[in-house]
């Protein structure tokens, strides 16, 4: 089987990154990164990407006039690298709906709750706010509406009454790089397809694609 060619767009510390680029050492994960583009100098993931040798760009937003001029220098990188899927993975700017058509299918998200609850950022503080009791991440198919397109995997972790916005989130972090290679893999595997905009996993069992870290960690 091909490798499918990632391109890992981030703006910060890039954890999920390195839960990536970990989960490209392994010779039977059918995917590798392409190409990592930060659009900050100074984002700590971009370490992270060249301590593991994977070409990495800096796009800074702040050098372009528009949002327009931005991605198409960033549409211009990835099609040079052969980027085939985009993982955004903490990315800080929201892109066009131009640019999520451009990449209709190919591009993929991870984000800190069980969407379509808490879209946007803060997730964790709100849900401890509203007194949830479960929080969790998703991973979904980029679409023009923010933190909205068709869902692939989500996982799900209690929220107990002493849970800190931090503590929420440390525990989730683990299951978003959890779900997010699953993820990765099924697309790469081409196991996924879009029935009346719900996403469906082929060969895949209906638990494969949640995940309760205290419950079914071993799937
Ligand atoms: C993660 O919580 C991710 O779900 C959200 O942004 C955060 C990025 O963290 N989209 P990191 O940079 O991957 O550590």
Redo the contacts with the bound molecule.
């Keep these: 089987m091909g490798c499918l060619k990632l391109g890992v767009l981030?703006?910060?510390?890039?954890?999920?990154?390195?839960?990536i680029l970990d989960a490209c050492q392994d010779s039977s994960f059918p995917a590798e990164i392409a190409l990592a583009i930060s659009n900050k100098p100074d984002a700590p993931?971009l370490v992270r990407a060249q301590k593991a040798n994977v070409p990495s760009s800096v796009i800074n937003h702040k050098d372009f006039a528009d949002r327009p001029s931005f991605e198409q220098a960033m549409n211009a990188r990835l099609d040079e690298a052969g980027v085939e899927l985009i993982c955004?993975?903490?990315?800080?700017r929201l892109l066009t709906p131009t640019f999520v058509n451009h990449w209709n299918g190919r591009a993929i998200?991870?984000?800190?709750s069980l969407l379509p609850a808490y879209p946007g950022l803060n997730t964790h503080a709100r849900a401890i706010n509203d007194g949830a009791r479960f929080a969790g991440?998703t991973v979904h198919f980029l679409s023009a509406e923010m933190d909205a397109g068709p869902i692939i995997a989500q996982a799900a972790t209690p929220i107990s009454a002493s849970d800190t916005p931090d503590s929420l989130?440390a525990r989730?972090?683990e299951a978003?790089y959890e779900i997010y290679q699953r993820a990765i893999r099924w697309v790469a595997e081409g196991r996924i397809t879009l029935h009346e905009g719900r996403v469906m996993i082929d060969g895949a069992g209906d638990d494969a694609s949640f995940y309760l870290p205290t419950v079914n960690s071993a799937v």
């Design positions: 981030f703006s910060g510390r890039g954890t999920n990154l390195q839960a993931g955004l993975a903490g990315f800080m998200n991870i984000h800190p991440c989130a989730v972090l978003e």
